[in-house]
């Protein structure tokens, strides 16, 4: 009686192995069949594992007082006195204030643009204007903001500025738009819509293509007019679409564009325009704290991370499809 049991359990692992290495045997047979799929693959596979998995290690300086002469095997470990640091550093809400807030503005007032913006190219019916009309919605995403904050400089500075020249030509003083804490975060949001704006349409304007013309024929004979089919066809189309680059917009909310804060701020809006990615600048590079750094960058990763998974759960929460 025992000695089927026995055999019975020696067979269980054979049949695992079995079971694994036909699992293998099989997707070696669906690569070979789809060779070329992964070729054109493995590029961007090998800039993210170069580029993005293999530098992750590098996080572990935040816990190391980094010295660049001992490198990283000779520094000492200091566990979270960076975080502690950070933490109780008397500009870290201050900071925290000014990123959000930058971010909370540019999602009310930006995140809506682009899809508004592809709206009003979708329905252009003239091709040739319609590109053409794309082309220049697109052009200010390649310049550098260098060039774009140059461009800001000569048109709102009170010495140069065109528009201040307007202003004092009318009789008026001179506004100090630049130097004015008031106007800082409208002015980087004004900034990144006009920059940013019409690159962003691309993704829902090929959302938009996607839609079967038939449902808009379907729609003209039942006397809907072009309003009643972008709000009953074209938004309810795109609308995953939406959901999605949301979650992953909300995953940068503790991230602001570094180059572009940068070069609009001076010691009078300082306290209105210090970010986190200053910050780290500040303190990682100019005075070589490179721990204090990394430990920025750190933080700024765990936050994005809890906002995508919670927004993420909340979306499907709600019978939506999330990222994931």
């Given amino acids: 009686m025992l000695e089927p049991a026995a055999a019975a359990n020696k067979a269980k692992p054979a049949s695992k192995g079995r079971r694994t290495t036909g699992y293998w045997s099989r997707l070696g047979i669906r690569m070979l069949q789809h060779k070329y799929m992964y070729l054109l693959v493995l590029p961007g596979l090998i800039y993210f594992i170069l580029f993005k998995f293999a530098p992750m ?20 470990w200091v566990g979270a006195k960076h975080f502690n640091e950070l933490f109780t550093d008397n500009a870290f809400y201050m900071m925290l ?24 190219l979708n329905e252009v019916r003239h091709e040739a204007f319609k590109r053409l009309n794309q082309s220049i919605v697109y052009l200010p995403h390649f310049l550098s903001w260098v060039v774009v904050a140059s461009m800001t400089f000569f048109i709102l500075s009170t010495d140069v500025g065109i528009v201040n020249k307007l202003i004092t ?56 007019n072009r309003w009643r089919q972008i709000w009953h066809i074209t938004l309810p189309a795109i609308r995953p679409t939406i959901i999605i680059l949301l979650i992953l917009r909300l995953g940068h909310m503790a991230d602001v564009g570094f180059e572009q804060v940068l070069l609009m701020q001076n010691p009078l809006v300082l306290s209105v325009s210090e970010v986190f990615d200053t910050y780290a600048y500040t303190h990682g590079i100019l005075k070589g704290q490179i721990s204090a750094g990394v430990t920025v960058g750190m933080f700024k ?23 994931y």
């Avoid at 290690?57 to 000492?76: C, E, H, M, Q, V």
């Avoid at 990763?301 to 990222?323: M, T």
């Fill in 169 to 224: 030509g009318a009789g008026h003083e001179s506004v100090a738009f630049l130097s004015n804490p008031n106007y800082f975060w409208g002015l980087i949001t004004a900034q990144s819509m006009w920059k940013e704006a019409g690159w962003g349409t691309i993704i829902f304007l090929a959302a938009m293509a996607g839609v079967d013309p038939q449902r808009y024929e379907a729609a003209v004979v039942d006397g809907a």
């Fill in 301 to 323: 990763g765990v936050v994005g991370l809890v906002l995508v998974l919670a927004s993420n759960y909340v979306v499907k929460k709600l019978g939506h499809e999330g990222i």
């Fill in 97 to 120: 204030r000014n990123t959000f807030a930058i971010n909370l503005i540019g999602l009310v007032f930006m995140f809506p643009v682009p899809i508004v913006l592809a709206l009003m």
């Fill in 57 to 76: 290690w590098g996080l572990l300086i935040a816990f190391k007082d980094y010295n660049p002469f001992g490198g990283f095997w000779g520094s000492p």
